[in-house]
Nanobody, 136 residues
Framework: QVQLVESGGGLVQTGDSLTLSCAALNSGSNLAYYAIGWFRQAPGKEREGVSCIMSGEGTTGDGRTYYTESVKGRFTISRDDARNMIHLQMNDLKPDDAGVYFC??????????????????????WGQGTQVTVSS
């Protein structure tokens, strides 16, 4: 089972940018074969799906990306296959974007079956999370 670790969180001001990264802790796991999702949870709120990228070329996925409505046009998820990482570029951050951000891995078929409700796929491996704080 893939083990994930997030990095890149921090304290920023409204309008600033941050890039979060998700990496595999176990060297034998190739993230290219997984659908990777980013989720966030703010205090007192339910965890929500932020973005997802399907597995890439040569797998059952096609690299398509998904975004929750509130981050479309501001966040970009991407693969860095050379470093076996997934990045979430977050621009124009708002106080509502604050929370603990988690990356999680799912079999690409699970995300395909979930379709537009990708966050309901079977994400079986989760990182410990990285804190994002946005001051107004």
């Amino acid at each position: 089972q893939v083990q994930l670790v997030e990095s890149g969180g921090g304290l920023v001001q409204t309008g600033d940018s941050l890039t979060l990264s998700c990496a595999a802790l176990n060297s034998g796991s190739n993230l290219a074969y997984y659908a990777i999702g980013w989720f966030r949870q703010a205090p007192g709120k339910e965890r929500e799906g932020v973005s997802c990228i399907m597995s890439g070329e040569g797998t059952t996925g096609d690299g398509r990306t998904y975004y929750t409505e509130s981050v479309k046009g501001r966040f970009t998820i991407s693969r860095d296959d050379a470093r076996n990482m997934i990045h979430l570029q977050m621009n124009d951050l708002k106080p509502d974007d604050a929370g603990v951000y988690f990356c999680a891995a799912a079999h690409p078929n699970s995300v395909l079956w979930a379709g537009d409700n990708w966050w309901q796929a079977d994400f079986g491996s989760w990182g410990q999370g990285t804190q994002v704080t946005v001051s107004s």
